[in-house]
Nanobody, 113 residues
Framework: QVQLVESGGGLVQTGESLRLSCAAS????????MGWYRQAPGKGRELVAD??????NYADSVKGRFTISRDNARSMIYLQMNSLKPEDTAVYYC????????WGKGTLVTVSS
């Protein structure tokens, strides 16, 4: 049974940093693409960053500020978020596609101005 559990969200001020974590279980983690998505109030869910063997991909809005990484030995992915802006306020979700789409329950990031 695939499970994704996010942690690390919180309330920060503009310019500060946060590190999100996602613990994965129930599948062969190392061979699957993993991603972070976010959903801001009143908006649709959007891709923030994803990672597979040897490559990463970022939304233009976070390039140069966010870094996605993974630890295959621990079945974890991370999102280091620097220089946070109020427009980064959203619920952040961990995602993978194994035999279907799987999402975590999300962790809320609030950036105050």
């Amino acid at each position: 049974q695939v499970q994704l559990v996010e942690s690390g969200g919180g309330l920060v001020q503009t310019g500060e940093s946060l590190r999100l974590s996602c613990a994965a279980s129930g599948f062969k983690f190392s061979i699957y693409r993993m991603g972070w998505y976010r959903q801001a109030p009143g908006k649709g869910r959007e891709l923030v960053a994803d990672i597979d063997a040897g490559w990463t991909n970022y939304a233009d809005s976070v390039k140069g500020r966010f870094t996605i990484s993974r630890d295959n030995a621990r079945s974890m992915i991370y999102l280091q978020m620097n220089s946070l802006k109020p427009e980064d306020t959203a619920v952040y979700y961990c995602y993978t596609r194994v035999d279907g789409d799987y999402w975590g329950k999300g962790t809320l990031v609030t950036v105050s101005s």
